[in-house]
């Protein structure tokens, strides 16, 4: 049974040497012509066996009998497009190259994949780059073991320390490495390979380690299936005509043959009018009658509207296979009546936010491709009726659209959430709905009684008697009508009638304002002409709850509340203890 090759992914933090190591892996110059040096969209490099051979010089010493037809290498834009890098039942690579600046360490974007990599249980090597940066390092075999070997002392130590720095990092992510040379049991250990992208030292061996690993572990998951399969990474426009870049994972695909793409809903059926294949080791296409797994192919369809990227497709035969392929698509994004709102960039990106959110047991309502629109506002504006926790749209890797800017301008309470990182997402929603929780504790603790202090001013004294009208400075916490008010010498004094501010009566009144108060059955000059500050009346029990949720309290109020203890243990000592 014919097999295909193994497609392997190159990802890792944006700046640490990816495309520059597939250059050197490839012997091209695409990192040179690269927007500030930076991918700008997935590439694929088709790698053939006879290139593999010519390039990897160790395959004959180390007694590796390649079957493999060659290596798909897939190129991903730092980290929000790996997300796209999916198939129905998980990652769309069979192996993985995760690229680790040896001087830097692990960064946010290569937490992201490796975490990603975890979860779909993909396997992968880490490749130390950027070793020509480290203090005196010096090319010094052709054999890569023993180059670390005879680095010079202070070369050799700064090389161990940042390899022990890494090894730590990777063991908290729940890996053993170590360097590839020392592990006997691939199954149990990840491998490091020592390189340079820019030099060139180490890529043999890192070309060795992936042939051994794909003969040993690979082969029964390469053979050929009858059907096509592939994934859309990217709708493409050249010379007004739109082009559909995509990689076939699985089979034969024929010029003319009817696919399928799975939607959401109703699945996409249209004829291949165009088929064209990548060149190995290139990114030009060549046009095609037929081309076989796995390769980077682009084409066009007759029907391509509503087709996005990260959408599956495969050879149409009959509408019952169709069916559960759309069946499959909508599984992996299983909603809930009530959560919060998603968007993202592509289905890939999508299915891989939903999978990250089910771990983290957070709940989706409303799941989509694309900008932040008007509709998702309104979801989310719905969710404050009923579920403020949910009252939060996440954005990975997309921004809102006109319509919906003006509709959060007035709905300031709903959250919008954007990054292209989905664990800072995510990091960032925990933090939301802590901050939520609080909120919602907090008004429920405030029910209780209100804290507040009062500044008597006595030059504002506008109705001496029944009521008494005067003005207060509010030294702290909050001024609410029907408050029970205390004197600083403990005496019960009056409940607060209203609340006016030049003239207008207010419902509240904070630190800072100055505003008069309404206290029935009291004579100012009688019972306050002496007093300089009142307080709110709390009860042992109120104060004992206060206590108890001190950290929902500011600090201003938590000095009030001592001050109302005080005032109350002159009566009774053991008030509130």
């Known amino acids: 049974m014919p097999i295909r090759q193994p497609i392997i992914t190159v990802a890792g933090h944006v700046d640490h040497g990816k495309t520059t190591l597939l250059d050197s892996i490839r012997k091209s110059s695409v990192a040179e012509g690269e927007a500030g040096g930076i991918t700008q969209k997935i590439s694929f490099t088709s790698f053939p066996v006879d290139k593999l051979k010519g390039r990897c010089f160790l395959l004959d010493k180390s007694g590796i009998k390649l079957d493999i037809p060659g290596f798909l290498f897939i190129d991903t834009p730092g980290h929000a497009a790996f997300t796209n890098l999916r198939k129905r039942g998980g990652s769309l690579a069979d192996l993985a ?102 030099t060139g030292e180490g890529v043999p061996e890192l070309l060795m380690v992936l042939c051994g690993l794909s003969q040993k572990f690979l082969m029964g998951r390469l053979k050929l299936g009858e059907e096509a399969k592939g994934v859309i990474l990217e709708i493409k426009k050249e010379r007004a005509i739109n082009y559909i870049e995509a990689i076939l994972y699985d089979g034969i695909l024929k010029k003319d043959s009817e696919i399928a793409i799975a939607t959401f809903d109703k699945p996409i059926i249209s004829k291949i009018r165009i088929l064209e294949e990548v060149l190995p080791i290139s990114d030009k296409f060549k046009p095609t009658v037929s081309v076989s797994a ?212 207010v419902e509240e009144a904070k630190k800072g304002q100055e505003v008069a108060i309404s206290l029935p059955g009291v004579a100012f000059d009688r019972q306050l002409k002496d007093i300089n500050f009142l307080f709110s009346n709390i009860n042992e029990a109120q104060y004992r709850e206060f206590k108890a949720n001190k950290e929902l309290l500011s600090h201003e109020e938590i000095s009030i509340l001592q001050e109302i203890a005080q005032i109350k243990r002159k009566a009774k000592p053991t008030w509130g203890v």
């Open 97 to 198: 190259i995760v690229v680790i600046d040896i001087n830097e360490g692990i960064k946010p974007q290569t937490a992201e994949v490796i975490e990603i990599l975890k979860l779909n249980k993909t396997p992968f090597i880490v490749a130390l780059n950027k070793i020509d940066n480290i203090s005196g390092w010096r090319k010094q075999s052709e054999n890569l073991k023993e180059s670390i070997d005879l680095q010079s002392i202070n070369t050799k130590q700064a090389f161990q320390e940042k390899l022990f720095l890494l090894q730590g990092a990777l063991h908290s992510y729940g890996f053993n490495s170590e360097l590839y040379y020392d592990v006997k049991d691939f199954t149990t250990k990840l491998a490091l390979v020592p390189c340079s992208g820019k």
């Open 294 to 505: 796995a390769t980077g192919i682009r084409f066009q369809l007759t029907e391509q509207q509503n087709v996005l990227s990260g959408m599956p497709f495969q050879t149409f035969k009959n509408e019952n296979e169709i069916n559960s392929l759309s069946k499959e698509v909508s599984e992996n994004i299983k909603l809930d009546k009530q959560g919060i709102i998603i968007k993202a960039d592509s289905l890939g990106s999508l299915e891989a936010l939903m999978l990250i959110l089910g771990e983290e047991n957070i709940k989706v309502s409303r799941a989509g491709i694309g900008s932040i629109n008007k509709a998702d506002v309104i979801s989310a504006k719905a969710n404050l009726e009923t579920s403020p926790m949910d009252s939060i749209i996440l954005g990975f890797n997309v921004e809102e659209d006109e319509e919906a800017k003006e509709l959060l301008k007035q709905s300031a309470k709903i959250r919008v959430l954007k990054d292209n990182i989905i664990y800072k997402l995510i990091e960032n929603l925990e933090k939301f709905r802590e901050e939520k929780a609080k909120e919602s504790r907090r008004e429920t603790l405030m029910k209780l009684a209100a804290i507040c202090k009062l500044k008597i001013l006595p030059q504002y004294v506008f109705h001496n008697s029944n009521p008494a009208i005067f003005g207060v400075a509010v030294e702290g916490g909050s001024l609410k009508h029907n408050i029970e008010l205390i004197n600083e010498n403990g005496e019960e004094v009056s409940k607060i009638k209203a609340v006016q501010s030049e003239g207008k009566s």
